[in-house]
């Protein structure tokens, strides 16, 4: 009976998504629109947050949370600076993230952390793409030297956390930092770097995912024989469940590993992971999940907008890879979420939130940690998301 409804609700999501909530004339309209209210936002932004701080999300006394250069989140809001300068061409948004990265340059030398592509990607990255500097790309390539020294050949996979507790653990969130290590193959011509995030990405796709290609969060492995010692979760509802903005990092992460190589595979597993969230029967209309889709609480379980921006950029070039059918559903599904995040049930009033574009995002439910706030990482994917609809809108 179970199964006979999951159909039902499922075809019911696709037909759904057959057509799009706004047309690409309105969509275009309120991608510009968001992108303008989003520059006056962070312009507030970049007026009151302290020197050599980042912003990371809203304190339950409803001031801002800040963090230093050594924390995950540091490169997101220069990125998201870099975004919107080559939106405005404002040469506000440029120096405002040249200045806060002089703070994170010395990330580039940490092997302590597996977060170096979040952290120098995310920033130094925009501003190659944007700008082409020398600098940059040696800033880059050191980057990812560190980064490689997590990996673990017996694993066949980078290691994500020092935590101890742990024996080796890798988190799904971990597909996001192989760009770089792509980029720095392309740039230097070392096949090392490519090697190792093609290694880890099939890693990943043996040991992370389940049946239905739902994602567990973290798999820690036994160091010396390389086997898979546990399955767990650190931010989802249960180590059973699927944490929502996980399984938005690996379809991103997937995604972004087909543009790379062109390795079908990678493909086929986008499009797995993209068919199980948009077929899921708690999915929400609105293409805004839940924190989990296992949440025992739907459907009154909170709402995570920081992984419906990872997954609607996602989609979005999803559909740029597929079949003429697939690119229409994955298509209309990005925008259809991109909408609804750009709506005034997702999106700050000018002035409010602390001054972040989207609210309601969840960092950790087991933790207790940024539950229904803004989060820094939502607004530089969802800002990704509304340039990349801009650009591929109609091609």
Known sequence: MKKIVFLLLACGAIQAQAQTKLSVKQMKGLADESL?????????????????????????DGSLMTAKFN????????????????????????????????????????????????????????????????ADKDILMTSSRSLIQRYKPTIGAIRSWDHTGWKCPVIIDNMMNLEMLCWATKNSGDSTFYKI?????????????????????????????????????HQGHSDASAWSRGQAWGLYGYTMMYRETKDKKYLDQARHIADYMLNHPRMPKDLVPYYDYDAPEIPNAIR??????????????????????????????????????????????EGENNNFILMHSTGSMPGKSEIDVPLSYADYYFLEALLRYKQWAGK
């Open 71 to 134: 924390w995950w989140t540091g490169g997101f809001y220069p990125g998201s600076c870099w975004y919107l300068y080559e939106f405005t061409k404002d040469p506000a948004f440029k120096q405002e993230a040249l200045k806060r990265q002089q703070y994170l340059l010395p990330d580039q030398y940490r092997t302590n952390t597996h977060d170096l592509g979040f952290l120098m990607y995310c920033s130094f990255g925009n501003e190659l793409r944007l700008e082409g500097n020398q």
């Open 304 to 349: 995570d907008a920081s992984a419906a921006a990872v997954m609607s950029s996602a989609l979005l070039e999803l559909s740029r890879y597929t079949g003429k059918a697939e690119s229409k559903r994955y298509w209309n599904a990005g925008a259809d979420a991109l909408a609804s995040l750009a709506g005034p049930a997702y999106r700050a009033k």
């Open 197 to 233: 995030a093609v290694n880890h990405a099939n890693t990943t796709m043996k040991n992370h995912f389940r049946d239905d290609y739902s994602s567990y969060h973290v798999i820690d492995y036994d160091t010396i024989t390389g086997q898979v010692f546990a399955k767990k979760t």
């Open 36 to 60: 303008r209210f989003s520059a006056k936002q962070y312009k507030h932004m970049m007026q009151s947050l302290p020197d050599s701080l980042f912003p990371r999300s809203t304190n339950k």
